[in-house]
């Protein structure tokens, strides 16, 4: 999966795409928790008094290659698709970060204050970095900028910078086989950005994954 649109005027909101058949009762998490050195910001989201996270996404049926699942957070806030459970992220326009997992970070005292969440029992997904210069694995992991974690990377196209704009969508190419679709939503230029609101009625509908030369879900 990968996360192709988010807004962090107006309303908290994103939308991610399904890169592959995901069957019913599939559980995605996201938290917007930054991490240091491994670990995660323990009471930004994941571990806050009021609501904790993490934004919490399940499937009630098989969701298709090229479907895009939207969170919008408003007066309503719902999933476009599947069923809610969890706490609200907050998303900064000052920067900030999505990430999606499964499995559990866990709060660990073995941490340093405020990095106390432990994901090793979690499996990263993916990681989408925007409003500010990038991810920083030197001196990031406050509230406003990160690490990149464990299990995704900048090299295989899981841990993408859309750019220094607090809103934007992915616009780039919607038919191609998973690799070619991380390889361009990879690339800034391929996003379009604002510091204004981008309405989701702008944001990508629907892809089309090609897998072995097969179109595997069709409009």
């Given at each position: 999966m990968a996360v192709i649109a988010y807004n962090a005027d107006v309303t908290d909101s994103f939308a991610w795409v399904a890169l592959r058949d995901m069957p019913s009762n599939t559980v995605i998490h996201f938290t917007s928790s930054s991490v240091s050195n491994g670990w995660f910001r323990w009471g930004d989201h994941l571990g806050r008094a009021v609501s904790p996270g993490p934004l919490t996404w399940t499937s009630k049926s098989l969701l298709k290659a090229g479907s895009v699942v939207s969170w919008i957070s408003?007066?309503?806030?719902?999933?476009?698709?599947?069923?809610l459970s969890g706490g609200v992220p907050a998303l900064s326009a000052s920067g900030d970060q999505i990430f999606a997992y499964i499995g559990t970070i866990a709060n660990n005292s073995a941490g340093v204050a405020p990095w106390r969440g432990d994901p090793t029992?979690?499996?990263?997904?993916y990681g989408l970095n925007f409003a500010n210069s990038g991810w920083d694995n030197i001196t990031g992991g406050g509230l406003n900028t990160s690490f990149i974690p464990a299990g995704i990377s900048v090299a295989s196209h899981t841990a993408v910078h859309a750019g220094n704009w607090d809103n934007g969508y992915y616009s780039g190419i919607r038919t191609g086989a998973v690799t070619e679709l991380l390889a361009a939503m990879a690339l800034s230029s391929n996003w379009t950005t604002s510091a204004d609101f981008i309405s989701p009625d702008h944001w990508p509908s629907q892809f089309k994954v090609v897998r072995g030369g097969t179109l595997i879900r069709i409009e």
């Amino acid at each position: 999966m990968a996360v192709i649109a988010y807004n962090a005027d107006v309303t908290d909101s994103f939308a991610w795409v399904a890169l592959r058949d995901m069957p019913s009762n599939t559980v995605i998490h996201f938290t917007s928790s930054s991490v240091s050195n491994g670990w995660f910001r323990w009471g930004d989201h994941l571990g806050r008094a009021v609501s904790p996270g993490p934004l919490t996404w399940t499937s009630k049926s098989l969701l298709k290659a090229g479907s895009v699942v939207s969170w919008i957070s408003g007066t309503q806030q719902c999933w476009s698709v599947g069923t809610l459970s969890g706490g609200v992220p907050a998303l900064s326009a000052s920067g900030d970060q999505i990430f999606a997992y499964i499995g559990t970070i866990a709060n660990n005292s073995a941490g340093v204050a405020p990095w106390r969440g432990d994901p090793t029992g979690a499996v990263m997904l993916y990681g989408l970095n925007f409003a500010n210069s990038g991810w920083d694995n030197i001196t990031g992991g406050g509230l406003n900028t990160s690490f990149i974690p464990a299990g995704i990377s900048v090299a295989s196209h899981t841990a993408v910078h859309a750019g220094n704009w607090d809103n934007g969508y992915y616009s780039g190419i919607r038919t191609g086989a998973v690799t070619e679709l991380l390889a361009a939503m990879a690339l800034s230029s391929n996003w379009t950005t604002s510091a204004d609101f981008i309405s989701p009625d702008h944001w990508p509908s629907q892809f089309k994954v090609v897998r072995g030369g097969t179109l595997i879900r069709i409009e």
